[in-house]
Nanobody
Framework: QVQFVESGGGLVQPGGSLRLACEAT????????VGWFRQAPGKEREGVSC????????YYQDSVKGRFTASTDKASNTIYLQLNNLKPEDPAVYYC????????????????????WGQGTQVTVSS
């Protein structure tokens, strides 16, 4: 069965950190671009980052550059998103996703370009 299983969301104070994980089962991440998206209430799902499987080049949305870091562990077939210095504008449900049509990212991409999705994990930032 092809799926992503996400974990790692939670509640943190402003300035805090979280690490999100997304384990892929039923397929290997070696051949696809993988991305992280987020969706806040009443807003569109937006791209946060994308990692190319071809050369590990990584792209970020401008608002998270320098604070979020995406990575891939091929041994465990898992992708991660490290969220540091979380801000009040970061709360959302965060999703991982795989683009089956390409190995190399073109920016963070658009949600319509991605095929497999995780179930989402909630990130809340509150003092």
């Amino acid at each position: 069965q092809v799926q992503f299983v996400e974990s790692g969301g939670g509640l943190v104070q402003p300035g805090g950190s979280l690490r999100l994980a997304c384990e892929a089962t039923g397929f290997t991440l070696d051949y696809y671009a993988v991305g992280w998206f987020r969706q806040a209430p009443g807003k569109e799902r937006e791209g946060v980052s994308c990692i190319s499987s071809s050369d590990a080049s990584t792209y970020y949305q401008d608002s998270v550059k320098g604070r979020f870091t995406a990575s891939t562990d091929k041994a465990s077939n898992t992708i991660y998103l490290q969220l540091n210095n979380l801000k009040p504008e970061d709360p959302a449900v965060y999703y991982c996703a795989a683009n089956l049509m390409r190995r190399r990212c073109i920016g963070v991409g658009h949600k319509h370009e991605y095929d497999y999705w995780g179930q989402g994990t909630q990130v809340t930032v509150s003092s």
